[in-house]
């Protein structure tokens, strides 16, 4: 359909290098690794961070608002006088529960969806593609708005939001994949020695595919979590008391001037989490797509 | 010889620029958070809209920036020899902005456009609502309202059903009768049509309201030529206009309270007054078992601490309030006692109603629209740091929280009611009156209603008064909810522009604005 | 190819229809209807609520009132709007209308030269510190929300600089934040695919021909590679700009800029279905088209795809 330039070349099963030959090359990428190390970070922090955080998340401390960084709050306080590191903490688990959920849903519509439209063609794909077209010609933020309205604010509306949002963009590129790989001489045969569908589809198609849907969907979990964040400043997110980073840089800008740390640490920890999924998700991309090899 | 021309030269030039800058328009730039919803006095209904309609049309009485009324287009009333009702003595002499004369025909044409059921009227109309013929009017039986008599062109008379006291000072703004003759039924896009001190010229959309002066206004021409209403949505983004000199005035919001208090560029220049807002902790007494309980309604109360709020929550914009109706409006008790923070003596009650440390509370959430989400938050730390109350926060989204709130059917949640009119009957008739329809936390007392009621016929002020203060020690002592801190109404002002006020009410009328 | 075109346009027309639907569907189906936010804290009022319900027409049953919305609609009325007492949708996006296309149109013409050229400057000093540089660059400007990246420019080039009108729009100064915030991270991505398909192309065999024979390295990139990356490029410029258009809504904010994104965003809030429904709908039209452009001017340009849509 629409030219996607970004689509990486489908990988026949016999064409993938040796897998030292790929972790080398994933190494050689010294921006990879730096992502990799702080994607692993992050998702420490996520995990095993809300139970070690210094002060309990969501404690008020009116007498005690917008101070800057102490012995007591490394990082300083919020408007409510809870502590920001702790806060963060949250705030990453927060991004990645999301994410991640985000992405599982999504993975499993988008290329269920693409998949069943790519192989079978006919009116099937022609009636999934419309219904990719509908949700792809709808802004985002209108989405999420209306589902926000309906369904009251709160991660699980958010992750609807993101997911109705997202999900079709992976069954566009799946359905491409899939079209290409369709016609290549092993499906042929799987098909002539009487393989059902459904075993053609799992065994032979799906983990030809899976490569480059995994990279182009790690490089989308740094958009995911932007976006959630910019629901969050919308004020559509996450539900207090619960803290997000999105929620805190909304409500640490008005105090920019005169106490910065707020907005500034929750800037800090979205940009460099997005950064590094970004860095992990180009280090994939060009590790695995053979037509940068040999560069 | 060349010297003399050269000074000759530069006085002249010196004096032209001189009487240039004297002539210079002098327009008065102030910030508005949104489009208003209507720029006409019949479907007026909402705040933002108000500000800039103040100026423009006029009512009996007009508001004083310490709360009183004054007269405005009536000079004088007294009440009816026969049945309920009043005669309005009106001033001669005022001209509408289409230099037709204001005379009592059009008083009752605003009237009867008000209850007209084909005009989407707002607010006004709810104050009509009383007068003999009302309802002929309002469902369509009937184009003369009966009620309204004129007796000639400076005098009228106004008979009610039923005792209205508060009448003369209801904000109902009069419009020329002529105007959708000559102009059409969208006159209001195009033209002004009050008698105010300024004139509507344009509205451009998303972007800014325009007046201009009226020269010929009653009371002398304004000081300033112009007023141009930024529509300015974004607290910083309007902050930062006020710096950079692009806004003369500026109604500051709430996100920047704390930036603009602890900033001490502004301190000169800061003008703070509580709104007319009465603000309270409402429990629905109904919908959540435990609230029966007094004890427990003054536990609540007890265990937040005031003043560690007007600091912490609101950055010190806040004033405190100890019952009901707010300072500055008609009513206002100054000797009510300071709300106490007393966390063993809450703790206690909680105890003595049967809920030692919160056992046996069940689970409560607490709503609001998402502005408050961060009040909100606080309260359900601090009522369970203190209480053990299992309170969990509900950020509800605006027009379905209102929603839910008149049907009665959220049980605990912080919310206020602004004035619009500076007497506190506005508040106590409606917040906690039995039948009112705002009586969102659905309080019953008959005692308190029949105070109401009497107050409601009482024609002298003072007497009114003390009654207002009867029924708010009745509902202090009942707890019927716990007052909340008021917030601060802030504005800023550039040194160089005078005579002009922030009240509870928003600010004053610019008519007497100079700007240097 | 006409053929092509007018299947497309006719292709268009289920979803719009859909779009129609499932937008008045959505819209209605939120909670707290436009009578409630019109009258707000005075929404007890239930004479004067009914008597607007009645006026609005909101108390025909809904089926009914889908029917009369689209019928108008179709003649291009799209009624009047529930915020705005008495004005007509059309004139309330008015401005809109013209502002966040010109938004974004003015940001591409700032990302597209700036992208492709830093773009190309990486490629082509690959694995060495300049090529480095400007992936850092590209990876930051990629990751930070752009909130975030607003806010802190008008903190420094408005507030302390002093440099720039904080808001507001009009001049021309108004305009230079708004427009660079948002063309940020359109340049950042373009620069990444012109860098990626820079790349792709140095590798190729013509070009190595073209060194072979003497051809000056400059003449070689800016004469002939370039041209091949323009073309990918140029065409995924325009997903980017209907990418930007519906999402001009943060900067509109910030900078207090009266443009379709905050109208919509600000009119789902104040059910002003009306409204909203008619900015979600030329969201929609806008994107549906600029599609079908963007697919016939590749199909224009590459001969293969020309061929395989004439088989088609």
Request: overall charge neutral; some cysteine.
């Amino acid at each position: 359909m629409t030219a996607d330039a970004e689509v990486a070349a489908p990988i026949a099963a016999r064409d993938l290098p040796p897998i030292l030959g790929l972790w080398r090359r994933f190494v050689a990428q010294r921006s990879a690794v730096i992502g990799f190390v702080i994607v692993l970070f992050v998702i420490l922090v996520g995990s095993v961070g809300p139970a070690f955080t210094p002060h309990p998340f969501d404690e008020t401390d009116l007498l005690n608002t917008w101070s800057p960084p102490s012995e007591n709050n490394m990082l300083g306080t919020d408007r409510l006088g809870r502590d920001i590191l702790s806060r963060l903490i949250v705030g990453a688990r927060t991004s990645l529960v999301v994410a991640v959920t985000v992405l599982a849903i999504t993975l499993l519509i988008g290329v269920a969806v693409g998949m069943a439209a790519g192989y079978l063609g006919g009116w099937i794909d022609g009636l999934l593609m419309r219904t990719v077209d509908v949700m792809l010609a709808f802004p985002a933020v209108i989405v999420a708005i209306l589902v926000t309205s309906v369904l009251g604010s709160g991660e699980t509306t958010v992750i609807i939001s993101l997911s109705i949002v997202w999900w079709s963009g992976v069954a566009r590129l799946t359905r491409s994949l899939t079209i290409v790989l369709r016609q290549e001489l092993f499906i042929d045969a799987a098909i002539v020695s009487g393989t059902p569908l459904p075993l053609i589809l799992w065994r032979h198609i799906l983990p030809n595919i899976f490569a480059p849907i995994l990279v182009r969907t790690s490089v989308g979990v740094g958009f995911i979590i932007m976006a959630e964040a910019t629901l969050s400043f919308l004020g559509l997110g996450i539900q207090e008391p619960q803290a997000s980073w999105g929620g805190m840089i909304r409500d640490g800008l008005p105090m920019l001037g005169a106490d910065p740390y707020l907005a500034l640490f929750g800037s800090l920890a979205l940009g460099v989490t997005i950064i590094g999924f970004n860095l992990l998700g180009d280090g994939l991309r060009d590790m695995l797509d053979p037509r940068l090899q040999g560069r | 010889m060349i010297t003399r021309s050269f000074i000759k030269g530069f006085l002249c030039t010196a004096l032209l620029a001189f009487a240039c800058s004297a002539a210079a328009a002098k327009t008065l730039r102030v910030n508005i958070q949104a489009d208003p919803a209507m720029m006409d006095p019949i479907t007026y209904s909402e705040l933002v809209s108000g500000r800039i309609i103040e100026n423009v049309y006029e009512a009996f009485t007009t508001k004083t920036p310490d709360g009183k009324s004054v007269p405005a287009l009536a000079l004088s009333w007294e009440p009816l020899q026969s049945g309920y009702g009043f005669r309005f003595h009106l001033r001669p002499g005022v001209k509408f902005h289409s230099g037709r004369t204001f005379t009592a025909k059009d008083v009752k044409y605003t009237f009867e456009t008000l209850l007209d059921p084909t005009m989407k009227a707002g607010l006004g109309a709810e104050y009509l609502k009383n007068i003999v013929g009302a309802d002929d009017v309002k469902s369509g039986k009937s184009k003369d309202l009966k009620g309204v008599t004129v007796v000639d062109d400076n005098t009228i008379d106004v008979a009610f059903t039923k005792l209205d006291v508060l009448f003369p000072i209801y904000p109902i703004y009069i419009m020329d009768s002529g105007i959708v003759a000559e102009q059409g039924p969208d006159w209001m896009t195009k033209v002004s049509a009050g008698t105010g001190p300024f004139k509507f010229t344009q509205w451009k959309r998303g972007v800014e309201v325009d007046l201009t002066a009226n020269k010929d206004y009653w009371d002398g021409a304004p000081k300033i030529d112009d007023i141009r209403f930024l529509i300015v949505g974004d607290a910083n983004t309007a902050l930062a206009q006020y710096d950079a000199g692009e806004l003369d005035f500026l109604d500051v919001y709430e996100p920047i309270y704390q930036r603009v208090l602890g900033d001490a560029r502004y301190k000169d220049q800061l003008l703070s007054v509580p709104r007319a807002q009465s603000r309270y902790l409402g429990m629905n007494q109904k919908l959540y078992a435990p609230f029966k309980d007094k004890r427990v309604r003054e536990a609540v109360s007890l265990a937040l601490p005031r003043d560690a709020m007007i600091k912490g929550l609101y950055g010190g914009a806040a004033f405190p309030l100890n019952g009901v109706v707010t300072p500055g409006v008609g009513g206002y008790d100054p000797t009510l006692p300071p709300m106490k923070y007393d966390p063993v003596m809450a703790k206690k009650l909680m105890a003595d109603a049967g809920y030692p440390d919160g056992k046996g509370l069940p689970p409560i959430m607490i709503t609001c629209s998402p502005e408050y989400k961060d009040e909100l938050a606080y309260y359900a730390d601090q009522l369970h740091k203190v209480l053990g109350m299992p309170v969990t926060v509900n950020v509800m989204e605006r027009a379905t929280f209102i929603k839910a709130m008149n049907a009665g059917e959220v049980a605990f949640f912080p919310w206020g009611w602004t004035a619009d009119y500076p007497d506190g009957m506005y508040y106590l008739a409606q917040m906690w009156y039995g039948p009112s329809p705002y009586n969102r936390a659905r309080y019953s007392n008959p005692d308190y209603d029949h105070l109401i009621d009497e107050a409601q016929s009482t024609i002298d002020v003072q007497k009114r008064y003390d009654l207002y203060h009867q029924a708010e020690r009745v509902l202090l002592d009942d707890w019927a909810m716990a007052p909340l801190p008021i917030e601060a109404s802030l504005a800023l002002r550039k040194p160089n522009v005078h005579n002009i006020s922030n009240t509870p009410f928003g600010f004053s009328s610019f008519k007497d604005t100079t700007i240097d | 190819m006409v053929v092509y075109i007018l299947k497309r346009l006719i292709g268009i027309v289920p979803v719009l229809v859909v779009t129609l639907i499932v937008t008045f569907g959505a819209i209605r189906a939120l909670p707290g209807d436009p009578v409630t936010v019109m009258l707000s804290d005075h929404s007890a009022n239930v004479e004067m609520a009914d008597r607007l319900r009645a006026e609005y027409g909101l108390d025909r049953p809904v089926l009914q009132q889908f029917v009369d919305y689209s019928t108008h609609a179709l003649r291009g009325q799209f009624g009047f709007s529930y915020r705005y007492v008495h004005v007509p949708v059309i004139e309330v996006l008015g401005t809109g209308l013209v502002i966040s296309p010109l938004l974004a149109l003015a940001a591409i013409f700032l990302a597209l030269p700036f992208g492709i050229i830093a773009g190309t400057f990486a490629a082509v000093h690959r694995n060495q510190f300049a090529d480095t540089a400007v992936i850092v660059i590209l990876v930051i400007a990629l990751s930070i929300p752009d909130f975030a990246i607003a806010t802190f420019l008008v903190y420094l080039l408005c507030i302390k600089l002093g440099l720039l009108p904080v808001a507001g729009w009009g001049s021309l100064a108004q305009a230079v934040l708004p427009v660079a915030v948002l063309a940020v991270p359109s340049a950042a991505y373009i620069a990444r695919l012109s860098r990626t398909f820079m790349l792709e192309v140095l590798q190729q065999d013509y070009i190595r021909t073209l060194r072979a024979k003497g051809l000056g390295e400059r003449l070689v990139i800016y004469r002939h590679a370039l041209r091949n990356v323009l073309i990918p490029v140029l065409t995924q410029a325009g997903i980017i700009f209907g990418g930007l258009l519906s999402n001009t809504f943060v900067v509109e904010t910030i900078f207090n800029i009266p443009g379709l994104g905050r109208l919509a965003i600000e009119s789902v809030f104040a059910r002003d279905y009306p409204v909203a429904m008619a900015v979600v709908l030329l969201f929609v039209l806008f994107f549906v088209l600029i599609n079908l452009m963007i697919d016939v001017l590749y199909a224009a340009i590459d001969p293969r795809l020309r061929a395989r849509m004439a088989a088609a």
